[in-house]
């Protein structure tokens, strides 16, 4: 029993866990925005600003700025501990 238990708990746990980008919150006042989860020992800052930009894409802007970075495990799983938020509006970039 104590096997299933733990089964079911490592289960849950990893299914928060993935590499694909979601977005975690709705749009600013300011206009969408594009959350990136991503891990910081395996991702690369041009492969996350890729990942906003055809987020923002979709809404029909690019990413003008970056709003902040932030370690959340149990928001983004374990997998991917780091979230980056991007403000879509102009394509203007100055990176982070």
Partial sequence: ???????????????GCST????LAPGTAEGPTSYV?????????????????NQCRRSGFGVSGLLGQSWTPLRCGFLTPSVAAFQCGSSYWSGY
């Fill in 1 to 15: 029993m104590r096997h299933v238990v733990f089964a079911a708990a490592a289960a849950l746990a990893l299914a």
């Fill in 20 to 23: 694909s980008p979601r977005p």
């Fill in 37 to 53: 989860c991503y891990s910081s020992m395996t991702s690369s800052p041009e492969e996350v600003r890729s990942i906003a930009e």
